[in-house]
């Protein structure tokens, strides 16, 4: 549900709002909460900090909007604001615009104009949202331990809270590029680069859209962690679709005589979460590890090009739900059994 507040001192705008939307209220969808100035918009924005997008007038007592506006961008950058006014001259829409609004609608309100816009800025806000979700449990900033970070979040407290570590059951993906050795030594310095994180991208954009998050990059290759009650099944969908956007790039890949392709296994299983490395150096990684995910990594480089492997244990929780072949018993590294092993198909 999006939550938008209207700031305007025409209190006909309120009942035209309820009319109009009426439908989006009763399902749930919009929560529209009122303010008569600038100023009152402030002290609900502070009071409801889930408020996804303000709908501004500009001309209004105590506070205006081009006011608000920059209030709004000094107290929250996350929070979109649309601007609705009567005076739609270029002077105002670009004041509106320099200080940070996401879109200018004018009096009388096209109330069909209004609804698109509403959808087209929400979709933009929930996207910005989840983004910040996506980097916060990648643990960017567990990666960059030094005191100015430290004392930043909260001094001795925060630093004792990196230290500590928990025992989870995830799935972890190992994703490796394949061949692209080849690529480094044969190819310029700044194709390689150019190329390796462009591959990246396509991976983490399909890795943040199954809600997995990167835990780290390991030369040509991407470890990512999937956790909740569909982790596989997501780690898979995931893995699937890395797969397939990667082999969409082959024909612009813009190296000669070079196709991309993943080999990529995956795991389940408990590991040990928190932050690996050295205190004494300040250079911590919040990952994890085990078992679990040594298994992962060997089933990768066991895998073939452009093939997905899995346990058989993986392959009894997921069968029903996708396509896989059994490829017989491997040896995988300090395993002194075989391991019975699936390629996932589709």
Do not use: W
């Not at 590991?271 to 919040?286: E, F, H, K, P, Q």
Request: hydrophobic residues 45%; glycine residues 6%.
């Amino acid at each position: 549900m999006a939550k938008i507040l209207v700031v305007d001192d025409e209190t006909d705008l309120q009942v035209l709002i309820k009319q109009k939307f009426r439908k989006q209220i009763r399902e749930g969808s919009y929560e529209f909460i009122f303010a008569e100035n600038g100023s009152e918009a402030m002290e609900k924005i502070k009071q409801q900090p889930d408020i996804d997008l303000v709908l501004s007038d500009i001309n209004m007592p105590v506070m205006d909007g081009l006011t608000l506006l920059l209030k709004i961008n000094e107290y929250s950058p996350m929070l979109k604001a649309v601007i609705v006014s009567a005076y739609g001259d270029m002077e105002n829409i670009r004041v509106a615009m320099n200080r940070g609004a996401f879109d200018f609608l004018t009096k009388p309100i096209n109330f069909e104009d209004l609804e698109l816009t509403l959808q087209k800025t929400i979709e933009h806000v929930f996207q910005l949202q989840k983004t910040l979700k996506a980097i916060k449990e990648n643990n960017i900033l567990r990666m960059y331990v030094d005191e100015t970070v430290l004392n930043f979040m909260g001094g001795r407290e925060f630093e004792s809270s990196l230290m500590v570590s928990e025992t989870i059951v995830a799935t972890v993906v190992f994703i490796d590029i394949c061949s692209f050795t080849t690529i480094s030594e044969n190819e310029p310095a700044d194709t390689v680069v150019k190329l390796l994180n462009n591959y990246f991208d396509v991976m983490v954009k399909a890795i943040i859209a199954h809600e997995g998050y990167v835990d780290k990059f390991i030369g040509d290759c991407i470890m990512a962690v999937f956790k909740g009650t569909y982790q596989l099944d997501n780690a898979i969908e995931a893995s699937l679709a890395v797969r397939a956007e990667i082999e969409k790039l082959s024909k612009i890949s813009g190296a000669q005589d070079y196709t991309p392709k993943v080999s990529i296994g995956i795991n389940s299983g408990e590991m040990v979460s928190g932050n690996i490395g050295s205190a004494t150096l300040r250079r911590l990684d919040y990952t994890v590890i085990g078992d679990a995910v040594n298994v992962a990594q060997r089933l990768q480089t066991a895998a073939a090009k452009g093939q997905i492997l899995i346990t058989e244990a993986s392959y009894q929780k997921v069968k029903e739900s996708f396509s896989c072949q059994s490829i017989g018993q491997i040896t995988l590294k300090n395993k002194t059994a075989p391991v019975s092993v699936y390629e996932v198909v589709g």
